[in-house]
């Protein structure tokens, strides 16, 4: 079992920046690909991010590209997301995922654990 807690939502004005941590704890968390998915009211979940075990691949959806940044710190047992030039499409809960696999994936049904999600507003 692995155990997610998404923190660092919150209310920020369009153009603003916010930074997501997802702490873990369990098994081994290198071991994971740790994505960060995310839900607006009325809509399906989307994907947003994915990192590979030791960061060196990385994958965004078209939508965040160039605005968001995903990274992980191995010692700490944390992911992160750095969310920059925030517009208010950005609305959601975000949740961050983990998957033991050696393959990116962008499919929320390929990860096997899930945080209980941050409030993310961005105001006009």
């Known amino acids: 079992q692995v155990q997610l807690v998404e923190s660092g939502g919150g209310l920020v004005q369009a153009g603003g920046s916010l930074r997501l941590s997802c702490a873990a704890s369990g098994r081994t968390f290198s071991n994971y690909f740790m994505g960060w998915f995310r839900q607006a009211p009325g809509k399906e979940r989307e994907f947003v991010a994915v990192?590979?075990?030791?960061?060196?691949?990385?994958t965004y959806a078209d939508s965040v590209k160039g605005r968001f940044t995903i990274s992980r710190d191995n010692a700490k047992n944390t992911v992160y997301l750095q969310m920059n030039s925030l517009k208010p499409e950005d609305t959601a809960v975000y949740y961050c995922?983990?998957?033991?696999?050696?393959?990116?994936?962008?499919?929320?049904?390929?990860?096997?654990?899930w945080g209980h999600g941050t409030q993310v507003t961005v105001s006009s």
């Open positions: 995922a983990a998957k033991r696999s050696v393959a990116i994936t962008t499919r929320s049904s390929e990860y096997d654990y």
């Open positions: 990192i590979s075990w030791m960061g060196g691949r990385t």
